[in-house]
């Protein structure tokens, strides 16, 4: 077998020996499994040396392989889901997964039907045929162990405009840590609408590796408003894949905010295949510790007349390090493509760090493109006038950042209760950094 | 009372304040007037506390506390108000979050209860409508995209919000127009009483016709030159300071 022959590590070989002893027990056609766990094997994981990889060597990262976790037990299931979800207030039609399994599902919606993911692929369901419609995410390590191992997830088939938010919350429970492989389709028909929340919620103190996939198929003239919060404990390794591919004049918005996991990698593909679409993908990250994050984002230009628009921000305390690679391909005849795209980082202690690649690569001629990367200190002056007025230093800091992350967190989000949820967690995380 | 006692300042080595020594008492109105680059701002950003300075002597005292060691919140919640000359802007922070987070912020270090939401919001509405300040302006982001003459402004809303009993005002006539310096004059006079005290730092005597001061000071080559009436701000109107440049320079 290639890939016995080409892994190395003591990881590596686990992640081999994992496979072998759960392809045959995992859900759906056996041989696609073996071909992803191929295009893994065949470079095995990456590591400082390869360029995407740069700032997060996933070889260094991840010495050891968590066993895939099994379904829970009710009882389990009762006690994962017994916290309330940040976005309870949005009373959202939820799914909930724990462990990597599906736990308990709402009634869908008028407008949207979901199809559990083990189901749809122990059926052949016709829509999976739109999994890894962003080729591009194909040969990524991230991507390619989580197509070999998905276990479950679920398809979310929508057919018109949805008017209740839905929400897809991962809970990894337990005390010893454990894989997860989950995967979401989201198949969003011309003219439809969703609004889709999603979390990632696991315990302080256990190293779980969630590794989790959502990928977007995005019809003409159809609107999604999709927001991510990672939430894990405090000693998780979570890998996150979003990959989008929109239609024509597409209203597309994806935002991710990450409050927790000891590493997350976050890597979004996308693509804009019809013309006059919108894409707005932003990112806010609070770090602490000695907590590590990579954004890593491509969003390809293909069509004409397409907008992006790429906010990240980095609040960097204690000694954590955030990543941001962003990169905007404009296609040869993707004319009048205006993409932009920022990173802004504050660093609030001596020891953290920040390391920002942005890129353009343009093949057209009549485009507009920007990119900017910054990186600094709270603004001396600004904290001064705050102080001067008579907010104690924690407090004017607290308003520095929050404003600052706030850009990314709440704005342009079009949806005030969700915001607030969010910028509740933002200012949990400012309470605990005391 | 304040009291500035010998005070010697440098910023990257260079000497701005070179023993100064001004005293204001309390109901005391003082006007300080000077050439551009004497000083007068890095004077009035040391009695806010702004961190940037090294201060080689001297002390400031308010009311006989030495307030050198306090942080700049401690400061204002011991009532020093900077009214800057050049207001900044913070971006994403709303004016109101930011006016509510001051006064309250103040209220708690002096242990009184803080204000409630309609207080708060009666209080605030109140003192935007003696300075002809528009509720929308309210509603943005802290003087993001504010005219010169609407920072000013809001720096006396804050002001007569948060009721200092050490009023700085530097350079708050500039960028004024010819009403709006009525407005702010009048809004200023109104909080004066005789507990409270104002140094109004201003190159111009106009300013002085609607906030009359009690004493007018000259600051130049980092002290305090010359002390008189309101009649010295004429004086200097008139003639300018080219007496206290050569003054130094002999
Ligand atoms: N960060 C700094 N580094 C070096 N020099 C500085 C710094 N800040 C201020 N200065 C200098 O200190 C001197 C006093 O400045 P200050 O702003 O206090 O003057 P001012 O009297 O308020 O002038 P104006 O009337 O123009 O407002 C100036 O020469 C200025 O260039
Ligand atoms: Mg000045």
């Not at chain 1, 990543?323 to 040869?332: D, E, H, S, T």
């Not at chain 1, 001067?388 to 004017?396: H, I, K, M, S, V």
Request: hydrophobic content about 45%.
């Amino acid at each position: 077998m290639a890939e016995v022959a080409t892994l190395k590590t003591p990881a590596e070989t686990a992640l081999a020996d994992l496979f072998a002893r759960s392809k045959s027990l995992l859900p759906g056609d056996a041989r696609s499994r073996e071909d992803a766990f191929h295009r893994f094997a065949e470079k095995g994981l990456p590591h400082r040396r390869v360029e995407e990889w740069k700032y997060t060597d996933l070889r260094a990262l991840m010495r050891e392989i968590a066993p895939l976790a099994e379904k829970p037990s009710e009882a389990g299931v009762a006690r994962a889901l017994s916290v309330e979800s940040v976005f309870a207030a949005a009373e959202p039609a939820t799914i909930a997964f724990v462990d990597g399994h599906l736990a308990t599902a709402d009634a869908m919606p008028a407008g949207v039907t979901a199809v559990p993911l083990a189901v749809a692929l122990a059926q052949g369901h016709p829509l999976l045929s739109k999994l890894g419609a962003v080729s591009d995410a194909e040969g990524n390590a991230a991507y390619a162990l989580n197509a070999a191992f998905m276990t479950d997830g679920v398809v979310l088939h929508v057919t018109g405009a949805v008017d209740r938010r839905v929400a897809l919350r991962f809970v990894t429970a337990g005390a010893q840590p454990v894989a997860t492989a989950t995967r979401v389709l989201v198949v969003v028909e011309p003219g439809a609408a969703i609004s889709l929340l999603e979390t990632h919620e696991s315990p302080h103190g256990v190293a779980h590796q969630p590794n989790s996939v959502v990928e977007f198929v995005v019809g003409d003239r159809a609107k999604v408003a999709h927001v991510r919060l990672n939430a894990n404990g405090d000693k998780a390794l979570a890998l996150s894949t979003l990959t989008a591919h929109l239609g024509g004049e597409v209203a597309f918005g994806s935002r991710n905010v990450v409050a927790g996991s000891a590493v997350s990698r976050h890597q979004v593909w996308m693509t804009f295949a019809g013309a006059d679409s919108r894409g707005a993908v932003r990112g806010a990250t609070m770090l602490s510790g000695d907590q590590h994050a990579d954004t890593t984002l491509v969003v390809n230009h293909k069509a004409t007349g397409c907008e992006s628009r790429e906010l990240f921000k980095h609040a960097i305390d204690g000694r954590g390090t955030g990543v941001f690679q962003g990169r905007i391909n404009v296609a040869r005849g993707a004319q009048k493509t205006d993409g932009q795209m920022m990173s802004a980082a504050v660093l609030l202690s001596e020891e953290g760090t920040m390391n920002n690649k942005p890129e353009l690569e343009i093949f057209a001629d009549d485009v507009q493109c920007a990119h900017g990367a910054t990186c600094g200190e709270l603004d001396d002056d600004l904290l001064f006038y705050l102080m001067a007025r008579g907010l104690p230093r924690p407090e004017a800091e607290a308003l520095l950042i929050e404003s600052f992350l706030g850009e990314a967190v709440e704005e342009g989000l079009d949806d005030e209760v969700v915001g607030e949820a969010l910028m509740g967690v933002v200012e949990a995380w400012l309470a605990a950094r005391g | 009372m304040l009291e500035i006692k010998n005070l010697v300042a440098e910023i990257e080595g260079k000497r701005i304040l070179d023993g100064l020594s001004l005293t204001v008492h309390d109901g005391e109105t003082a006007a300080i007037m000077g050439p551009n680059g004497s000083g007068k701002s890095t004077l009035s950003y040391i009695i806010a506390g702004k961190e940037d300075y090294e201060i080689l002597d001297g002390e400031i005292l308010l009311d006989g506390e030495n307030i050198l060691e306090m942080e700049a919140s401690e400061r204002a919640a011991a009532g020093v108000f900077l009214a800057f000359q050049y207001p900044l802007e913070i971006p994403g922070v709303a004016t109101m979050t930011f006016l509510k987070a001051a006064l309250n912020a103040q209220r708690r270090a002096r242990e009184e209860t803080e204000l409630t939401t309609p207080e708060f919001m009666k209080a605030v509405q109140d003192a935007a409508a003696k300075l002809e300040i528009p509720r929308d302006m309210l509603k943005r982001a802290l003087n993001v995209g504010f005219s010169g003459g609407e920072k000013k402004r809001m720096e006396i809303l804050q002001m007569a919000l948060l009721q200092p009993r050490m009023c700085i005002l530097d350079e708050t006539d500039s960028g004024l127009d010819i009403d709006a310096l009525r407005i702010v004059s009048e809004g200023v006079n109104a909080l004066k009483s005789d507990k409270r005290s104002f140094l109004v730092i201003t190159h111009y005597q106009r300013l002085l016709n609607y906030i009359v001061p009690d004493t007018v000071h000259v600051m130049a080559n980092g002290k305090i030159m010359r002390s008189g009436g309101k009649e010295l701000a004429e004086e200097l109107e008139a003639n300018g300071y080219a007496d206290y440049k050569a003054q130094e320079a002999a």
